[in-house]
């Protein structure tokens, strides 16, 4: 009743692997609500989509979920300082942007019922809500210059409605609806 009653959270993909490992498969199979919290973007993060997109292909990982009805995926995209940068709005019109969710296609399999997907700019990036900062590391192309930061931004990240697209894409993906 525990698995099946309640929603299951999951910010790396380790975590999830591993309570697969323990479980027994009738235990596993009752897990019906699944939350993910990726990151796509930034350096090294264990929550980026990329060590999900990994994992998510282990054999056999798509049988231990059966169950499962409900998925809510909250992505964040990073653009860090002096790093490899999140999904650039240029990728938006192509089929390059599904490279960062690949992992979400052994999903694509079971039988879901309702997906719930939230993208959002990392608060902590060079592009969200504290990234014009006065830190060396996260200042470097626009050198304190809001304009500049504000022109860097509009030419580089996805608009709150390319966002809510790229949601609803993935979301009806998942559904199997396109």
């Known amino acids: 009743m525990p698995f099946?009653?309640?929603?299951?959270?999951?910010?790396?993909?380790?975590?999830?692997?591993?309570?697969?490992?323990?479980?027994s498969a009738p235990q596993s199979n009752t897990l019906k609500t699944l939350w993910m919290s990726w990151t796509a973007g930034g350096m090294?993060?264990?929550t980026n989509s990329k060590h999900w997109s990994k994992w998510l292909v282990t054999p056999n990982l798509m049988d231990r979920l059966q169950g499962l009805r409900v998925i809510h995926l909250s992505l964040s995209i990073i653009h860090d300082g002096m790093g490899v940068p999140g999904p650039l709005r240029h990728?938006?019109?192509?089929?390059?942007?599904?490279?960062?969710?690949?992992g979400l296609e052994s999903f694509r399999e079971l039988p879901l019922e309702r997906v719930t997907?939230?993208?959002?700019?990392?608060?902590?990036?060079?592009?969200?809500?504290?990234?014009?900062?006065?830190?060396?590391?996260?200042?470097y192309g626009w050198h304190n210059n809001y304009e500049e930061w504000m022109h860097l931004r509009n030419l580089e990240c996805f608009t709150a409605d390319e966002k809510r697209e790229w949601a609803?894409?993935?979301?009806?993906?998942?559904?199997?609806?396109?």
């Open 91 to 102: 990728e938006y019109s192509s089929t390059a942007l599904d490279r960062w969710v690949t």
């Open 4 to 23: 099946a009653e309640n929603t299951f959270g999951f910010r790396e993909v380790y975590a999830l692997t591993w309570l697969l490992s323990i479980l």
């Open 168 to 178: 609803e894409h993935l979301r009806r993906r998942l559904l199997r609806e396109v």
């Open 117 to 139: 997907v939230i993208i959002s700019d990392d608060s902590d990036s060079k592009f969200g809500i504290s990234g014009y900062s006065t830190s060396k590391y996260l200042n």
């Open 44 to 46: 090294n993060s264990m």
